[in-house]
């Protein structure tokens, strides 16, 4: 297991790439760089992140907000306490406690249930810490005044997505991840194997939400200001999920691919259609369904794979010669038809 | 004196919301549509309603009347135009499960993001019958008295079509065995559709009612798609009846946690009550084991 991962050629040229990645703020110099990386990192690993739990078992979370919020709050209210490192870690815990209470009541039932308690989780944090913030410790709205520059949170948050992807890339060669594709393919059948599927489903989810925190916390110290409504914007899942499902949430560098481009589109319509953000963001949404149902990655490997088909099929002369001369592309169609039947039982 | 003061208010509420959620319960349980842009449909019909009142004059039992028949050719062609080819695309139920919340999460954005443009993000409300009348000795201001009753008479008009009708028995069919519908000469499709639109003129029409008694803004609808969702799943997937019930107790929840605990907490109290069922009775408490 460990050597095919070591032998793999992606593996290194991820890992490349991270390097160079890390690299930027030592020769770029311009603050713009290192901010639009940060915007890049932090959806890319909220992304990633989703597409661990929400990719292979195909349960829609719409929580990613709660979660990102969660972290970032945290931060806030403990950041003249507590050292970074424990304030990281006491982030990552609440996170994984919250998703560990969201997972136990919904995950041993079907997938509505949990799109539901998920759709608003957020609502519900965000009037929770309101209620408290405003009858307990009356304040409402918190300061941040950490001593943790640009880069630092850069660095940090890439760190985080080797982390994620190197977490995902295990997960896809154990067990754990074996079952988890199986739910996602037929979750009756995963039970009849003798999977348990809710222990599998409540450990990925639980996994993902603390990524999902930690974004939160490591980027917190980029607002100085905090308020409840800032840090749980619903606007967030929603993006993370067009993200992941642009870029393909079946493969695990699928959601970044969707990352890229769509950070740079947001920002665009952000500075430039302010007012008609949510339409376009919705149009934007309503276009990746319909055209790109299983995401950019998955149709790339398509063309890839058809590709290949039909020089083999030059190369080696043709297995079914009489039915003539369209026989290279037939062969990509029938290996599409089958490849289709296993993306979609 | 306040006892009758909350129960007339948590009528009112619980009674819309069950409307809502009748809506939805509709829509998911007869066409498997996941509709998660139901709530922003409501809001949109109060903007328009405001519309008409404000600037035209209108009377809102008017914009009532004319709302329930412009809700269902609205959502009839939301079904057809853009739900259809996912119906066609997806495979088995769970498929179309995940299209549907996908592309109704997209109409959602869009939905709101016009009303934004429209009318920005403040809150609305226009003057209408807020004279208190007595009932019981206890004065109750008549918009919200109207909007009550008219919501009743909404849902109780739809359970009796779906209890009495032939209509109702095959969209109750369909509820029960969507993949047998069509052996006893039901056309599948035609239902879901018309299932779809039904539930949308619903919703449309708790729309109106909502803007005579209740401040609303562009932003409000999402909540209300929450509510009516764990509604939905209370009341048991596809049960009207149930749907009836499970939103008068939400409505009376919500109502007590705002008078004696805090109004910020209401959304909490929601979730507690839905944490309850899913722990207890995950098929709905009003819903049978299948």
Known sequence: ?345 | MLFIELVVAALTLGGLYALIAMGLTLQYGVARIMNLSHGEFMIGAGFVTYWLVTSLGVNPLWALAFSLPAGFVLQWLVYSILLTPLVRRSASAAALEVDSILATFGILFIVQGILLVIWGGGFYSYEFLSVPVQVLGVPVAANRLLAAIAAFVLGIGVYLVLARTRWGAALRAMADAPQFAHLVGINPRLMATFAFALGGALVVGAGVLVSMFLPFSATMGVAFTMKALVIVIMGGVGNVLGCLLAGLLLGFVETLTARFLDPGLTMAAVFAIFLLVLLLRPQGLFGRVR
């Open chain 1, 1 to 345: 297991m460990i050597r095919t991962f070591l032998r793999s050629p992606v593996t290194w040229g991820v890992l490349l790439v991270l390097v160079l990645l890390a690299s930027v703020p030592l020769w770029v110099s311009s603050q713009y760089v290192v901010a639009y990386g940060i915007n890049v990192l932090q959806y890319g690993v909220l992304a990633t992140a989703w597409a661990l739990f929400s990719g292979p078992t195909r349960y829609i979370s719409l929580a990613t907000t709660a979660f990102f919020g969660m972290g970032a709050y945290t931060v806030a209210v403990l950041s003249e306490t507590l050292p970074w490192g424990a304030l990281l870690l006491v982030a990552g815990v609440l996170g994984a406690v919250l998703a560990l209470i969201v997972g136990l009541s919904t995950l041993r039932l079907s997938g509505v249930h949990f799109v539901i308690f998920t759709f608003g989780l957020a609502e519900l944090v965000r009037q929770l810490v309101t209620w408290y913030e405003v009858n307990i410790t009356r304040v409402i709205g918190r300061y941040i005044f950490l001593d943790i520059s640009n880069v630092d949170i850069y660095w940090q948050l890439l760190a985080l997505l080797a982390l994620v992807l190197f977490t995902g890339a295990v997960i896809q060669r154990t067990r754990l991840g074996l079952v988890l594709r199986v739910i996602g393919e037929d979750e009756l059948v995963a039970q009849h194997l003798g999977m348990n599927t809710t222990r599998a489903k409540v450990a990925l989810f639980v996994l993902s939400a603390t990524f999902m925190t930690l974004v939160g916390a490591i980027i917190s110290p980029r607002w100085t200001y905090i308020d409840p409504a800032i840090v749980f914007n619903p606007t967030v899942s929603f993006q993370v999920l067009i993200m992941a499902l642009l870029g393909g949430a079946g493969h695990l560098l699928g959601p970044l691919t969707g990352v890229i481009p769509l950070t740079a589109l947001f920002e665009l319509l952000a500075a430039r259609f302010p007012n008609h953000f949510a339409v376009l963001l919705g149009v934007t949404f309503l276009v990746i369904v319909y055209l790109l149902p299983n995401g950019v990655f998955e149709r790339v490997h398509q063309w890839w794979r058809r590709l290949r088909v039909s020089r083999m099929g030059m190369q080696t002369g043709s297995p079914q010669t009489y039915a003539g001369v369209a026989e290279g592309r037939e062969a990509a169609d029938v290996s599409d038809a089958v490849d289709d039947n296993e993306a979609r039982p």
